[in-house]
């Protein structure tokens, strides 16, 4: 799947998540997006991930970083955030191109490559599991999706896209003792 014109705004994501988010792969691209502006932008870029999130996965509040009062629990934001300390380049491993020789660096075009299997469910039956490449595991990362009533594919369960991935070459220690 590719994504030629990458939203630089909150209002430009929701655009485009209507439009891609109708398939597994677009609900799962957008979460992907969403999980790369949160690395990057931090509690500014919250929104973006609490409209890829399945609606009874999120929290109902009126504190600051809300959106259309809800939010992520604190647990989930806090593994989050514990990733993306040591590994602030994860969510870049999925985008095709980033590799840890480039240091994860994200091409203009956004590309993904998913892949589904036996067990992973009809989607017909409105969830399903996907399974994303990522050029930093040698194995592509699943996470589940559900539709939800008005045809929207959302974000369920992702753990297995945050874990740590193979460091970025420009981390490697070098030996000269």
């Known amino acids: 799947m590719k994504i030629d014109n990458y939203p630089q705004s909150l209002e ?17 691209a957008c979460f992907i997006i969403a999980l790369r502006e949160y690395a990057e932008k931090g509690e500014e870029a919250l929104p973006w991930l609490i ?4 609606i009874n996965d999120l929290q109902e509040s009126n504190q600051p970083g809300n959106y ?12 989050i955030n514990s990733q993306f300390a040591r590994q602030k380049y994860i969510a870049n491993s999925y ?13 203009a075009t956004a590309e993904f490559q998913f892949s589904s299997n036996k067990y992973s469910g009809d989607p017909s ?38 874990v740590g991935i193979m460091g970025a070459d420009s981390e490697k220690r070098v030996d000269d003792l």
Not at 12 to 28: K, M
Not at 51 to 54: G, H, L, N, Q, S
Not at 95 to 107: I, M, Q
């Open 68 to 79: 259309k009062g809800y939010t992520l629990g604190r647990s989930e934001l806090s593994r």
């Open 51 to 54: 409209i890829c999130r399945e």
């Open 125 to 162: 039956e409105g969830e399903t599991k996907i399974f994303v490449g990522c050029s930093g595991a040698s194995t592509p990362r699943p996470s589940r999706l559900k539709r939800n009533e008005k045809g929207i594919w959302k974000v369920k369960e992702y753990s297995s896209l945050i």
């Open 95 to 107: 985008f095709v191109g980033a590799t840890p020789e480039n240091n994860y660096t994200v091409p």
């Open 12 to 28: 430009q994501f929701i655009e485009l998540r209507n439009q891609i988010a109708t398939t597994p792969e677009g609900g799962l």
